[in-house]
C-alpha cells in the first residue's frame, strides 16, 4: 500500500516537472496552471526547510 502511494507521489512530481517544461514552450492553460501550483508548492517546501534550519541554529539572519 505504501508502494502505491510513494509512486503515486513520484508520478505527481514527475508530472507537474513536465507541465512546467510544457508551460514554458508555450503549453495550453491547463498546463500552464499545474506549472503555477506545481511552482508554488516547490516555494513553500523551500520556505519551510530555510524557517527550520534557522530554528536549529537558533538564529535568525533576516536575510529574505
Do not use: H, Y
Amino acid at each position: 500500500m505504501i508502494v502505491l502511494v510513494l509512486l503515486g507521489a513520484v508520478a505527481l512530481a514527475v508530472g507537474g516537472c513536465a507541465c512546467v517544461v510544457w508551460a514554458e514552450r508555450g503549453g495550453p492553460r491547463w498546463a500552464r496552471a499545474v506549472a503555477a501550483v506545481t511552482l508554488a508548492a516547490g516555494e513553500q517546501v523551500r520556505r519551510s526547510r530555510k524557517k527550520r534550519r534557522r530554528g536549529l541554529n537558533g538564529t535568525s539572519s533576516g536575510d529574505d
